[in-house]
T-cell receptor, first 116, second 111 residues
Framework: KAGVTQTPRYLIKTRGQQVTLSCSPI?????VSWYQQTPGQGLQFLFE???????NKGNFPGRFSGRQFSNSRSEMNVSTLELGDSALYLC???????????????FGQGTRLTVV | DQQVKQNSPSLSVQEGRISILNCDYT??????FLWYKKYPAEGPTFLIS?????DKNEDGRFTVFLNKSAKHLSLHIVPSQPGDSAVYFC??????????FGAGTRLTVKP
C-alpha cells in the first residue's frame, strides 16, 4: 500500500510569507501528526489530528496551525515566517490516536522548508 | 524543555560489535517508549518499542532496555552491520498523548 506522502518536498520562502504543507496519510489511517526536525533539537511535536479534530498540541506559537479533511489528509500552515522556521517538517500517520499502545507511526519523507 | 535526551550526538562502532545507544527522560509519567531509525532524505521508521510494564524487549538483533528508576532507556544492536548506520531517535509518550523525541544519535558502523 502507498506510504505517507508529503508535498512539496522542498520549499524556499522569504521572511514574513506564509506557507502551507500537505500530508496524505496511509489509506485507512485516521491520525496525522506533524513534527519539526532541526539539527540539535531532534523531532519536536507540533500537533496531532484525528477525525478532523486537533487532539494534541505541542509548544509552538500560534503561527503554526493545521487542519485535517474528511479524507484524513492534513495541511499545516505557518504564517509570518521567521528564519528559525527553516527545518524539515515531517508528518506521521497511524491507525489510532497517538499511535496507540501497540502500533507505530509511519512517517513521510518530509518537506524541507528554507526561509531566507 | 527537553523531556527526552540523547546526550551522545554520534557513535562509531566496528562491524560485528555491539552498538549501545542511550536515552534519558525526565517525565516519570511516560509509559511508552520507542526507537526510530532515520536514513538521510527519508522519514524516520519505527524500530522497536517497550511499555513501562516491561524492562526488556527483543526483536532480532535489536533489544531495548528500560530502567524506570533511573529514567533511562537503551537500544542494543548485536551484531552491528554497516546498514545500521543511520540516526536513531528515542521517543516517549504518556498513554496516547503526544510523543516526545530526543535529538537523535548518529550511528556509524565501520566495515
Amino acid at each position: 500500500k502507498a506510504g505517507v506522502t508529503q508535498t512539496p518536498r522542498y520549499l524556499i520562502k522569504t521572511r514574513g510569507q506564509q506557507v502551507t504543507l500537505s500530508c496524505s496519510p496511509i489509506s485507512g489511517h485516521r491520525s496525522v501528526s506533524w513534527y519539526q526536525q532541526t539539527p540539535g533539537q531532534g523531532l519536536q511535536f507540533l500537533f496531532e489530528y484525528f477525525s478532523e479534530t486537533q487532539r494534541n498540541k505541542g509548544n509552538f506559537p500560534g503561527r503554526f496551525s493545521g487542519r485535517q479533511f474528511s479524507n484524513s489528509r492534513s495541511e499545516m500552515n505557518v504564517s509570518t515566517l521567521e528564519l528559525g522556521d527553516s527545518a524539515l517538517y515531517l508528518c506521521a500517520s497511524s491507525l489510532l490516536i497517538g499511535g496507540g499502545l501497540n502500533t507505530e507511526a509511519f512517517f513521510g519523507q518530509g518537506t524541507r522548508l528554507t526561509v531566507v | 524543555d527537553q523531556q527526552v535526551k540523547q546526550n551522545s550526538p554520534s557513535l562509531s562502532v566496528q562491524e560485528g560489535r555491539i552498538s549501545i545507544l542511550n536515552c534519558d527522560y525526565t517525565n516519570s509519567m511516560f509509559d511508552y517508549f520507542l526507537w526510530y531509525k532515520k536514513y538521510p532524505a527519508e522519514g524516520p521508521t519505527f524500530l522497536i518499542s517497550i511499555s513501562s510494564i516491561k524492562d526488556k524487549n527483543e526483536d532480532g538483533r535489536f533489544t531495548v532496555f528500560l530502567n524506570k528508576s533511573a529514567k533511562h532507556l537503551s537500544l542494543h544492536i548485536v551484531p552491528s552491520q554497516p546498514g545500521d548506520s543511520a540516526v536513531y531517535f528515542c521517543a516517549a509518550s504518556v498513554g496516547s498523548n503526544d510523543m516526545r523525541f530526543g535529538a537523535g544519535t548518529r550511528l556509524t558502523v565501520k566495515p
